[in-house]
């Protein structure tokens, strides 16, 4: 009679797109009992799909659907073995996939990514091929999936190339790796698998083109054989460098700090210096969020190189806040531009020794008056 309502659930699934309002937890605990006891095997198979689905669109039975699932794939003694024999892999292939529809919610069950990791060493292709499709849309396991990039089926590599890429889109894997592992890739016996990597390079390079570009660069050395040191070669020299609209944009509002660091970097590098960088940079100075002192010196060293006269109220700003590295990389800043720091400097200054100036004007006068003499000793040496 159940099989009857199970039948009702894929139907409604597949035609209607969504699981019937009607099901509860008591028609969930009788699937699991079906994904687990049931004697026939299509019919378990078909109740892990089923619960794969209810566990995507209802959250409140994630926890029961997944501990079932993950049962499957670990537990064998909660199996029924009617023949003495273990259960056959179409029902740990169901399993994996429906665990894979649950995405990175998954990763809230760490035995369960192990799980699936484990399944990408399994003799059977379709567990390591569907394992390695369910990582890639949780967004875990790298390890694993880049030793997938090496499977004897090229079935299971190329899943494996977009795996590695949807890591990469999740920020779960870092750009500059990826580039290296798909450049390594673009080497494969298989075209099916050559050309996905190509495609997923291009789709890296267009979204994350400073790191990627590093990767390239790592690789046209470090790459495990000489044809991917040429390739990367190639490539590197063929991709130009990221605009400077996107190293400006990625300098102020990238959330990755190691992103934010490259594109600063970069940024000082462009010769001449673009002056439409500076309002960026003094923003990044400006920022007094925690933990981005390394970012704020980053930002500092380059207006350093830049010598823009609207730097130096920022950079006088960073003095007067004294945050260890940067207040002492901003003053050798403004040493080292000399005669373009003294109007400004001057003016705090005067203020500083006006008649009712404030402790905080007589405060940034004196460290102008300190910042002014150095530079005038530094000119009289010359």
Partial sequence: ?????????????????????????????????????????????????ALGWIG???????????????????????????????????????????????????????????ALEKETESDNEWLRY???????????????LQDSLRDRSARVRREAVEAIYQLTAKGEWHPSFTAQ????????????????????????????????????????TWADDEESRRRAAEWFERIPPP?????IHSAQSEEDQGLQIRAIEELRRVMPPPAEAVPALLCV??????????VRLQAVETLRVFRNPSSVPILFQAIIENEEEVAEEALWALIDFGEIALPQLMEYMLRGEMNGATQEEQKRGRAAMKIVATISARETQR
Avoid at 14 to 41: F, H, S, T, Y
Avoid at 71 to 87: H, P, R, S, V, Y
Avoid at 285 to 294: E, I, P, T, Y
């Fill in 181 to 220: 592992d798909l450049i390594e890739m673009m080497g494969d016996k298989e075209a099916q698998v050559k050309e996905w990597a190509e495609i997923r390079l291009q789709d890296i390079l267009r979204e994350q083109p400073l790191l990627a570009r590093d990767g390239l660069n790592v690789a046209t």
């Fill in 1 to 49: 009679m159940f099989r009857n309502v199970l039948s009702g659930i894929l139907a409604a699934v597949m035609i209607l797109g969504n699981i019937p309002a009607a099901i509860d937890a008591v028609v969930v605990e009788k699937l699991i009992k079906m994904a687990l006891q049931d004697p026939a095997e299509m019919v378990r198979a078909t109740a892990c799909l």
């Fill in 130 to 144: 569907h394992a390695v499709v369910a990582l890639g849309r949780v967004g875990a396991g790298v390890s694993p």
């Fill in 243 to 247: 605009s400077v609209e996107y190293l």
């Fill in 56 to 114: 995507y669109d209802r959250e409140e039975a994630e926890p029961r659907v997944v501990g079932c699932l993950t049962a499957i794939l670990t537990d064998f003694f909660l199996l029924d073995k009617l023949d003495g024999e273990e259960e056959s892999w179409i029902v740990r292939e169901r399993a994996i996939r429906a665990l894979g529809w649950l995405g990175p919610r998954l990763r809230e069950h760490p035995a369960t990514i192990h």
């Fill in 285 to 294: 100075v400006a920022d007094k969020r925690l933990g981005l002192r390394s």
